[in-house]
């Protein structure tokens, strides 16, 4: 079966850490630019780090992460990172990881933070919970 499976939330107090990982079953990650989301009880989703295909060698980030979280990804694990500190009560949520190989984010490197774009595969979503 070919699906994305996320891992590593939990519960974790204020400006505490977590690492969150995207592991790819029954394809190879390489190519994939892979994107994470998260969307909150009544929210909606929204981006907050992408990474790039093959080497990675592009990386974006919301501006409410930047500086926070890091984006990272080992190919030979077929695994991507999420490695986030600092963690503040607003960044609680269900945390999602999305593959996307299109032609364009190989070609160009790309990686997209829309949470509407068709996407190649979603994971199930996994919850970070930061509280006192």
């Known amino acids: 079966q070919l699906q994305l499976v996320e891992s590593g939330g939990g519960l974790v107090q204020p400006g505490g850490s977590l690492r969150l990982s995207c592991a790819a079953s029954g394809f190879t990650l390489d190519y994939y630019a892979i994107s994470w989301f998260r969307q909150a009880p009544g929210k909606e989703r929204e981006g907050v780090s992408c990474i790039s295909g093959s080497s990675g060698i592009n990386t974006n980030y919301a501006d409410s992460v930047k500086g926070r979280f890091t984006i990272s990804r080992d190919n030979a694990k077929n695994t991507v990172y999420l490695q986030m500190n600092g963690l503040k009560p607003e960044d609680t949520a269900v945390y999602y990881c999305?593959?996307?190989?299109?032609?364009?984010?190989?070609?160009?490197?790309?990686?997209?933070?829309?949470?509407?774009?068709?996407?190649?595969?979603w994971g199930q979503g996994t919850q970070v919970t930061v509280s006192s």
């Open positions: 999305a593959a996307d190989s299109s032609t364009r984010a190989r070609l160009f490197s790309l990686c997209r933070l829309d949470p509407k774009y068709g996407y190649n595969y």
